[in-house]
T-cell receptor, first 118, second 116 residues
Framework: AQKITQTQPGMFVQEKEAVTLDCTYD???????LFWYKQPSSGEMIFLIY??????QNATEGRYSLNFQKARKSANLVISASQLGDSAMYFC???????????????FGKGTKLSVIP | NAGVTQTPKFQVLKTGQSMTLQCAQD?????MYWYRQDPGMGLRLIYY???????DKGEVPNGYNVSRLNKREFSLRLESAAPSQTSVYFC???????????????FGEGSRLTVL
């Protein structure tokens, strides 16, 4: 089973509108971290926002906020007031506790391509 | 501030050739990682190093070897390249210990490898 699922391969949004990118995750560990990254066409990976599993409030960073619904195991990224520069691939990722040699703990979803329309 | 530096940025190989991707970080991070990115697959972990002198396999380690040369440098070697290894490779580092869940990864700019 996939640990991180992003069900929207592509999304379109009008400039200045808000958009929500979906992310669901699967873990049995009570302690984990959730991340969102942006990858513009130039290829670099840019960290956007982090949410810890024990954080009481939803994380926010400028125009980015994370809608964290723990019971539903979802961590959707909300971008407010979209800009043309927001056009990019967006990846959701989860970090689980290290459990010894042979384990790995940061897994990425397959991404959502966001296109902002002028 | 250089951050994470990867070399080379682009490389074309013939099947069976070998090569090493170099990665260096100047942020004094303990943890370092190698990922590959393929269309529609997201990023998949090849190997990681929790600290100097240790390395562990990730999700897709077959066909690769790694060396954590010192705290700054983590190299990825393809001993006998195959067309299936055509991909974009990313090196990353993290300031937090591998045993905890916080701390984002800082990525290099990526290395585009084509195996003919």
């Amino acid at each position: 089973a996939q640990k991180i699922t992003q069900t929207q391969p592509g999304m379109f949004v009008q400039e200045k509108e808000a958009v929500t990118l979906d992310c669901t995750y699967d873990t049995s560990d009570p302690s984990y971290g959730l991340f969102w990254y942006k990858q513009p066409s130039s290829g670099e990976m840019i960290f956007l926002i982090y949410q810890g599993s024990y954080d009481q409030q939803n994380a926010t960073e400028g125009r980015y906020s994370l809608n964290f619904q723990k019971a539903r195991k979802s961590a959707n990224l909300v971008i407010s007031a979209s800009q043309l520069g927001d056009s990019a691939m967006y990846f959701c990722a989860m970090r689980e506790p290290y459990s010894g040699a042979g384990s790995y703990q940061l897994t990425f979803g397959k991404g959502t391509k966001l296109s902002v329309i002028p | 501030n250089a951050g994470v530096t990867q070399t080379p940025k682009f490389q074309v190989l013939k099947t069976g050739q070998s090569m090493t991707l170099q990665c260096a970080q100047d942020m004094n991070h303990n943890s370092m990682y190698w990922y590959r990115q393929d269309p529609g697959m997201g990023l998949r972990l090849i190997y990681y190093s929790a600290s100097e002198g240790t390395t562990d396999k990730g999700e897709v380690p077959n066909g690769y070897n790694v060396s954590r040369l010192n705290k700054r440098e983590f190299s990825l070697r393809l001993e006998s390249a195959a067309p299936s290894q055509t991909s974009v490779y990313f090196c990353a580092s993290s300031p937090t210990e591998v045993t905890i869940v916080t701390g984002e990864l800082f990525f290099g700019e990526g290395s585009r490898l084509t195996v003919l």
